[in-house]
């Protein structure tokens, strides 16, 4: 197994992230086989209870693990699939540690940071890199490994001292750091250095040394400023990487690759210089010939909530030659107009009832006005709400989560009496059934499919028959549980209780979403 442990310096949100998962792709169109970690230095247990507005979306992922929005980069940039064992945080690795302390399992040690803490993080790292099999039944030989935060951070310190000990473990040729840091620019348009070399010195007072500089600037780094940067950091000037911010985040391994990362990056993991397989560079830089206008209505106001949302319309817009534009609309502010003007309405999920009854009513402008509509978890929930109201005559239909009323909407069984909220919800992947001749089964091309979930909530089981008697389909089943609807004769109004958009990849872009992207093109060319 080899690494390539990706910090930051400076400050948070400089793109580590998006360069761990360039990197990897840079790898893999090289026939290299890879699989990544990400390392989040808050003591959560897990994303699942962070506020997505201060933290951005919970990705979840196929074993139910809830995870930092950098572990879905890294599913569509790698096209591969990750565990909730890829995703360490304080939280994990101090529990296990004091649960292991509380078994004996220690033999009467004092437990302290160095040598247990280190240990456990280094185990984590190694048995989640070398456990990865791919779906074709490969091992990983090279794994990613993501230190979230900035070196100087003190929640990091443990991680960044257990990996000075993997660096002096494995040595040259299977251990390689990248340090991503920012070269901002003066009012003269000229690249600073100083941050970055005050970031170096922070990283060489924790015992170690940068094989690799990703520089974030507006502006590409000039060779002077590369020079500058080896200089004073100890890199070859070849190892200095200008990162400048690209208009598609898909785009940034091709602009890594044109400043020479695989010739630096190869031989220093002593791997052959194999030729590049540039398919997928050739697909995510496809040009549009079409554009629509999404309206996506939001409870918390922050894209990166939505961030997979935006990335699966991206991921259909380019199987559909379609540009997709996204209004990003306040489910409490909005107006009839804003709807008039879109080619498609999308209602996300979330939690609690604040914008809920926004959501409805453009529900039923979709539906009246054969606008096409997506609905997701939540969205599929207040679907069905729309439609008990306002055609089944339940007036007053609402959801047990949200208030009084007809509960057409309902607690899962097993979700009652549930005391701790961390990790309970139904989550991950689950098979569900279509019904054959459905618009869905003919989007997927099957009856069986899989698909991501995150919901405590479900369709109450003793309004399914009147519903559907009354013209809405519940196309998609799992046992009793509804997974999925339609309604028919409508050109577009689709919504699924799961989270199609976590397991859409550029080259595999999700079904719901292409349908939904070509309804929205057919209702765009109709108006034109």
Known sequence: MKYVVVTGGVMSGLGKGITAASIGRILINRGYHVTSVKIDPYLNIDAGLMNPAQHGEVFVLKDGGEADLDLGNYERFL???????????????????????????????????????????????????????????????????????????????????????????????????????????????????????????????????????????????????????????????????????????????????????????????????????????????????????VGILTKYGVEDVYISIKEALKHAGRKLSTEVVIQWLDAEQYTTQDLADLDGILIPGGFGNRGIEGMINAITYARETGKPLLGLCLGFQLCTIEYARNVVGYKDATSSEIGDGTPVIAILPEQEGVDDLGGTMRLGDC??????????????????????????????????????????????????????????????????????????????????????????????????
Not at 202 to 222: K, M, Q
């Open 79 to 293: 096209d591969i699939e990750l565990t909730k064992d890829h995703n360490l945080t304080t939280g994990k690795i101090y529990s296990s540690v004091i649960q292991k302390e509380r078994h004996g399992d220690y033999l009467g040690a004092t437990v302290q940071i160095i040598p247990h803490i280190t240990d456990e993080i280094k185990d984590r790292i190694k048995t989640a890199a070398e456990s990865w099999i791919d779906k074709d039944g490969n091992h990983a030989e090279i794994c990613i490994v993501e230190v979230g935060g900035t070196v100087g951070d003190i929640e990091s310190m443990p991680f960044l001292e257990a990996v000075r000990q993997m660096h002096w473990e494995y040595g040259n040729g299977d251990f390689v750091l990248v340090h991503v840091t920012l070269l901002p620019a003066d009012t003269m348009g000229d690249l600073k250095t100083k941050p970055t070399q005050h970031s170096v010195k922070a990283l060489r007072e924790l015992g170690l040394e940068a094989d690799l500089i990703v520089g974030r600037s507006t502006l590409p780094v000039s060779l002077a400023t590369k020079r500058k940067i080896s200089s004073f950091c100890d890199v070859d000037v070849s190892a200095v990487i200008s990162a400048t911010t690209a208009p598609d985040t898909y785009l940034v391994p091709m602009e890594l690759e044109k400043e020479g990362m695989a010739d630096v990056l190869l031989p220093l993991l002593k791997l052959s210089p194999r030729t590049p397989d540039n398919s997928w560079y050739s697909l995510v830089s496809r040009e549009y010939t079409n554009r629509i206008t």
């Open 431 to 528: 098979p569900v059934d279509l019904a054959a001749g459905s618009r869905l089964a003919e989007l997927y091309g099957a009856t069986q499919i899989v698909e991501r979930h995150r919901h405590r909530y479900e369709v109450n089981p003793e309004y399914i028959d009147e519903i559907e008697s009354k013209g809405l389909r519940f196309s998609g089943r799992n046992g009793r549980r509804m997974e999925a609807l339609e309604l028919p004769g409508h050109p577009y109004f689709v919504a699924t209780q799961f989270h199609p958009e976590f397991r859409s990849r550029p080259t595999r872009p999700s079904a719901p979403f292409v349908g939904f992207v070509q309804g929205c093109l057919d209702n765009h060319n109709r108006k034109v």
